[in-house]
């Protein structure tokens, strides 16, 4: 059996899935009937940051190719 993940590493797991997979964090809230509002902050916002990440590095890499793309 696999080793427990803390809630940061299951967070980067569920958000590097939801970005394969095109989906809005918000969506994901929506689906599952929550609210962000009334969810953890400090989650919500380590998702969207890693998402936004991932985001950013796929734009640079399609720019500027796999090689230069930490470059500019």
């Known amino acids: 059996m696999s080793e427990s993940k803390s809630p ?4 980067l ?3 590097q ?8 964090i918000e969506a994901l809230y929506k689906a599952l009937g929550a609210e962000i509002a009334d ?10 940051g890693i998402i936004d ?4 590095a796929t734009q640079k890499i399609k720019t500027h190719g796999l090689d230069n793309w930490a470059r500019n």
């Open 8 to 11: 940061s590493q299951t967070r």
């Open 13 to 15: 797991i569920l958000a």
């Open 17 to 24: 899935f939801l970005f394969a997979h095109g989906i809005d």
């Open 39 to 48: 969810c953890d902050a400090e989650a919500v916002s380590h998702m969207a």
């Open 53 to 56: 990440g991932v985001t950013l």
